[in-house]
């Protein structure tokens, strides 16, 4: 803990950092306490560098953990089940997946078949540079290397299903921001055969119903194909260009090129991914009418309409023209996203139909979507807009708790307590 706290910023850390211990399973560390008792893969980063203020040890362990169940072409998952919970802990379980008939999953492990924003790289970078052992440092990073690059040679060559620089989602939960209006239309278009898939003993209330038969329905056909490269490219019907699992992916690679450096390999080939997805995004997910990015639908070949936070990703870019970065950040500070919303950044434009304030990714503040966001911008040298996030998601966890996410209005906690990212992205705040 820095010595240079507050007492009331003492008292935040300390909170924050019993509630990792107490989510800690040995190996890894249980997304929330009995809503996601396993490892997710997008919040395991963030539990990572939270634990590298706290447990540095732990980071690694933490990390080290979530690539165990990384298939062979390099896909790592979205969840790492804990097998050793009851068979029901989550729904869906490992049942649904059935990895462990897919000869590219690993033997002893049981996954999911879909993966989550690619932010590893980024935290892995991060982690080093906080690191007091640097030698030791330097050691693991030239241990996750390998499995890093695996990640981003997977996600270039099996998900650039359009061909366009960019790689695409073919899941709502592999954008992390599972039920954002943003994907309501090509969720909508998904035909469902009769039967009902919503399993009785599902018991959390978001989402549900039909949207949530469509998942479930979404991953039946990615199992069946054997979850293919050629079948996710050519039949598979939810396929979305995203700004945030994009531009996630760009601040992994120039991450990536550093970690190469540091580890004595080559920088080139993710320095060349980088610039192909910067040029894509400008390319294809710009949308200059609104003056920001929207998601692409490869199914149709057009931008999708709500703009949500996602569409604040490309912050994450340090090339963004000086043009776009401006156009982000009025949009950012306007009455859609800042102006009424007490506490930004709201997940969805709150002038937009599908608005939702209580609806999980549908209006809500979250704090992973506030901490990439601010990390943005302060890349940019844009201290206005991080020291508002800072404060605001300070603001929210002081009155709230680590609560899974809150009110964009009068920042009431919502949806799970004890969250864990939202413990660990305020300890990596805090410093
Ligand atoms: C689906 C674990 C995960 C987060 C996601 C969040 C939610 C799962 C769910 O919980 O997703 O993977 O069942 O709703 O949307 O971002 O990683 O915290």
Redesign the pocket.
């Known amino acids: 803990m820095s010595s240079r706290l507050s007492g009331d910023e003492t008292a935040l850390w300390k909170a924050a950092a019993r509630v990792l211990d107490a989510n800690w399973t040995g190996t890894a560390t249980a ?2 306490p009995g809503l ?1 008792p396993h490892q ?4 395991s980063a963030f539990i990572s560098l939270g634990l590298a203020r706290h447990r540095p040890e732990r980071a690694q362990t933490e990390l080290l953990s979530l690539f165990r169940g990384q298939w062979s072409d390099g896909m790592l998952p ?2 790492v089940f804990n097998t050793s919970l009851a068979r029901h802990a989550f729904f869906p379980g490992p049942e649904l997946w059935r990895s462990t008939e897919q000869p590219a999953a690993p033997r002893g492990v049981q996954t999911s078949g879909l993966t ?1 924003p690619p932010v590893h790289a980024l935290v892995a970078l991060r982690l080093h540079e906080c690191a007091t052992d640097g030698e030791s440092s330097r050691g693991f990073l030239a241990r996750l290397y390998p499995m890093l690059a695996a990640q981003h040679r997977y996600l270039t060559t099996a998900r650039d299903l359009g061909s366009s620089g960019l790689i695409a989602i073919c899941h709502p ?1 592999e954008s ?3 039920n954002s209006p943003a994907w309501d239309r090509p969720l909508g278009a998904l035909q469902l055969p009769p039967s009902a898939y919503a399993p009785a003993h599902r018991s959390r209330a978001l989402p549900t119903g039909e949207d949530y038969d469509r998942y479930v329905r979404l991953v039946a056909l990615m199992r069946e194909a054997g979850y293919r490269p050629g079948y996710l490219r050519d039949s598979h019907p939810f396929a979305v260009e995203d700004p945030l699992v994009n531009a996630t992916f760009l601040a992994s690679a120039h991450a990536l090129a550093e970690v190469a450096r540091i580890v004595g390999a080559d920088p080139a080939p993710h320095l060349e991914s980088a610039q192909r997805v910067h040029a894509a995004l400008l390319d294809r997910l710009w949308d200059a009418d609104t003056g920001c990015f929207r998601a692409r639908d490869l199914r149709d070949d057009r931008l999708l309409p709500v703009i949500t936070a996602g569409s604040f990703g490309p912050l994450l870019d340090p090339e963004l023209p000086a043009a776009h970065v401006r156009n982000l950040v009025d949009l950012l500070l306007s009455a859609r996203f800042a102006g009424a919303a007490g506490y930004p950044v709201p997940t969805c434009d709150i002038q937009a139909p599908a608005f939702d304030r209580g609806g ?2 549908r209006g809500p503040t979250w704090i ?1 979507t506030n901490w990439l966001i601010w990390y943005g911008a302060l890349a940019h040298g844009l201290p206005v807009v991080a020291d508002l996030l800072y404060g605001s998601t300070m603001r929210l966890v002081r009155q709230s708790g680590f609560r899974e996410f809150f009110d964009p209005f009068d920042g009431t906690g919502r949806g799970s307590h004890d ?1 864990s ?1 939202s413990a660990a992205l305020v300890l990596d705040l805090l410093g």
């Not at 997710?40 to 919040?43: E, L």
């Open positions: 997304a929330s996601y997710w893969s997008w919040d979205h969840i989550q939960w992390g921001l599972d999980y990714w992973s969250y990212w």
